[in-house]
């Protein structure tokens, strides 16, 4: 088509997937060496029980800061990262990370606060994933109680009986699940139950609507109440206004997980905002 439309539009058209390509290109070069360059970072986000009020753990969230290209989102490496098979090593490293630092935090505080560690869908897939985190929670010494994976709905439904049989091997030594962005990919109902996942993640772009999209309200209390229902804890992800937390409090999801709440931040910042905690 882009031939009938003249030089100028095609030429245009070519010139930005080469920009895109060189950049991903570029990314993918500095991906390679930045984890023992040291250029990754971990941020905590918290989550917030309604039920206890209290903070009862946290999200693990990697951050990049290349010397060059300074902030790098994890929307834009993440995909790289995978299609590039540098992903396994990345969420490894991060997984590490994560469970030495929330155990020192434990040991500090004298608090018993779960991290919650997201999957990639090529890890989980991986033949030694589940020996991975066994391995993992082994060299940190980490309760696998307090240690909780997140999938998405799309990276349990690519194998359903594969992922089933993994989530039971991990679930049996402690390990907790929960099912990440739900309502985003293609999910099927009945295999939530099989799952056996034990928290459900109502995805940030339901939370936000709420204040805009009056079909918003009747999706988050359709899948709060799908979650009690199977017996799962709800985090509401994304809340960012009052009026969202109100909603969510009234329709009595347990956890809350937002920018009104906190933001993901560094381990010593963390530690800053738990002092202002009750
Ligand atoms: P996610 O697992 O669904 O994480 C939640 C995302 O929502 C985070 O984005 C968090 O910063 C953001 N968020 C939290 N509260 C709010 C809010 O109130 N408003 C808004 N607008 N956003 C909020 P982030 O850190 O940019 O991460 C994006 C995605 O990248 C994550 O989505 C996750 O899928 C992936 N990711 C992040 N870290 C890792 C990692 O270590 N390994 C893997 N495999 N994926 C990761
Ligand atoms: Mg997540
Ligand atoms: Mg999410
Ligand atoms: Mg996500």
Known sequence: ??????????????????????RRTSLEDKLRGAVTAG???????????????RVTG???LIRWNDPQEGWISPGEFIPIAESSGLISAIDTWTLRQALGTINTLNRE???????????????????????SIL?????????PELLELEITESTAMQNVSAAIAKIEELSKRGVCFAVDDF?????????????????????????????TVPEAAA??????????????RIIAEGVETEAQLEFI??????IIQGYLFGRPMPFEELKEFLKHEA
């Open 1 to 22: 088509r882009s031939k009938h439309r003249g030089d100028g539009g095609y030429t245009l058209f070519n010139a930005n997937i080469e920009k895109k390509n060189l």
């Open 39 to 53: 250029h990754f970072l971990v941020y905590y986000q918290p989550q917030y029980s309604l039920e206890q009020k």
């Open 58 to 60: 946290f999200e693990a």
């Open 109 to 131: 505080t004298g608090k018993q606060y779960t991290i919650s560690v997201n999957v990639s869908a090529l890890q989980f897939r991986e033949e030694g994933f589940v020996e």
């Open 135 to 143: 391995a993992a929670l082994n060299a940190t010494s980490f309760p």
């Open 183 to 211: 309502g985003t990919g293609y999910s099927s109902l009945s295999y939530l139950n099989r799952l056996k996942a034990d928290t459900l993640k109502i995805d940030s772009s339901f939370i936000q609507e709420l204040d």
């Open 219 to 232: 999706v988050v209390t359709s899948v709060i109440a799908l979650g009690k229902n199977l017996g799962m």
């Open 249 to 254: 409090q009234k329709h009595s999801c347990s």
